[in-house]
């Protein structure tokens, strides 16, 4: 059966850093977009980056920008998310999702588009100050 396993996720210090793993089992990941989103407790899922399938082009929030960096291997079929000088309010569970082609959901709509492919089942990211 299809699906996405996140991994990567831990706890870490203040401006320390994670890798986060987004692997496909079961399809190829060569014609999805991939998108990161987190959930802290109490708080609505967020969109955090995307990665398009065609070009590479890439989308950040603000709050993760020069940060946070998307990136996938194909051959591998996993796409990454390197969290560098991570902070206090970046802890949540971290999902990543897939949909069909480009950021195009994950742009426009964010985590409630009812459109994506298939959903990870999260990895916990815990930030100490």
């Known amino acids: 059966q299809a699906h996405l396993v996140e991994s990567g996720g831990g706890l870490v210090q203040t401006g320390g850093s994670l890798r986060l793993s987004c692997a496909a089992s079961g399809f190829t990941l060569n014609d999805y977009a991939i998108g990161w989103f987190r959930q802290a407790p109490g708080k609505e899922r967020e969109g955090v980056s995307c990665v398009h399938s065609s070009d590479g082009s890439t989308y950040y929030a603000d709050s993760v920008k020069g940060r946070f960096t998307i990136s996938r291997d194909n051959a591998k079929n996993t796409v990454y998310l390197q969290m560098n000088s991570l902070k206090p309010e970046d802890t949540a569970v971290y999902y990543c999702?897939?949909?069909?082609?480009?950021?195009?959901?994950?742009?426009?709509?964010?985590?409630?588009?009812?459109?994506?492919?298939?959903w990870g089942q999260g990895t916990q990211v815990t930030v100490s100050s």
């Open positions: 999702a897939a949909e069909t082609l480009n950021c195009d959901g994950y742009y426009n709509y964010g985590s409630s588009w009812q459109g994506y492919d298939y």
